[in-house]
């Protein structure tokens, strides 16, 4: 059995909460270059063109992509025969509040939520999702996600018979109504069956998928038919009117009750910042 | 490109239009969701904030910390249509214009029409290079409420857009149905 230290996963929480806050993954680099290239608008591609500067001055300065440096996701899958020891939750809260001092992020969580909000001064607690994978590795992965792209996420339960057209139909829907708020071009995470808890968790996960990566078996063709539906919209990059407003889709399924189709999608923004490692 | 000095004046208002590319300069207030409630309780309570808002520009905002020597390091606008709410108080008290992203509801367009006032909207997520365009930013009211208090910050030639005119014109909704696709 392997055992890991929860402090050396927070350690590892805290280098990559440092990372994500100043440096764009590559994968989304490059897709914001495609859409420079394809854009119509001349609007959305000086659009384009900032959000690309950005994310190098970001990276040289050493500063916050966005203002809103996000509510933190800690990703742990864990491999086969393996265990943590210690206070996990402690550590990668110590993570976040360490990692928010040394990073000059803004304090953006509040606590007593619906009477008095309170900001709790240190981006803590961070959320953890904690899987067992099965196979021989143990990833850690953080999601940094702002409050404008978090609102828009929606969940609807459809009919069972909604199938592929019906889920494409929704997200559509879902980003005419909010996606002009949420700091498009969006990369989208859709998340499809289990339960009513589990779409939301699967819509989010996927959103840590590069879109450079090969997609599950199967989700290729809806993930470019949502793409492509979304795109038709007219909102465009910085939502200042144009033909990219949706980057990529990831879609992650699981098996669900006869009478359910729940389908959840996770809206994420162009500074869409995450990372994964292997401890 | 129109490089505007802040506070705007009612006559520079009316002669921007939809559509228009601007350089924003100057002091602006900033504003969202903690001020902004606080701001309005107040107003119904028939009382004043510890800060005069008439004329101002309101920017919904909330800066990261200092950094690199700058006033905050990543600085950049909220979505303003979670400030709609807002939107007849602050007018009502002479907020002349205010400066967000992404659109406001329909149902805004009548009230800058009403009170000939312009939002400008610039590009949400690019805190990053924005922040360059800030050279001053200091505590105003409210410091308890952290990124939320209100603040003054001083812009230099911050690239933004008129989104709404001060006759109700909406640019950004006329922008998605020209780039959006007609489904049969």
Known sequence: MRVLDAALLGREAEALIKEVSTELPS?????????LAEEESPAGREALRLIIENAAMARELGVPICQDTGLFTVYITLGSDTGIEGDLGGELDSAVTRATMAGSLRASIVCET???????????????????????QTTLGVLAKGGGSENASRLAMLPPGAGAG????????????????SCPPLILGIGIGGSFDRAPRLAKAALMEPLDSEPAPGTAALARRIVEQVNGLGIGPGAVGGTVTCLGARVRHEPCHIASLPVAVSVGCHALRRKTTTI | MKKLSLPLDRETLRSLGAGDEVLLSGPALTMRDAALARLSSLAESGEKP???VAGQLIFHAGPAPPSTGRPAGSFGPTTSSRMDGYLETLFELGVPATLGKGPRSRD??????????VYFTTIGGIGALLAGHVTGLEPVAWEELGPEAVFRAVLDELPALVAIDSRGRDHLAEQYAIYRVQSD
């Open chain 1, 166 to 181: 019906g889920i494409a139909d929704l997200v559509t829907a879902v980003i005419e109504e909010v996606g002009a708020r």
């Open chain 1, 27 to 35: 994968d989304v680099l490059a897709a914001l270059e495609g859409a």
């Open chain 2, 108 to 117: 805004t367009l009548e009230l800058h029409e009403r009170h000939g006032a």
């Open chain 1, 114 to 136: 619906f009477e008095g909000r309170i900001n709790t001064g240190d981006n803590t607690p961070a959320l953890l999702e904690i899987e067992y994978g099965g196979g021989d």
């Open chain 2, 50 to 52: 510890p800060f005069e």
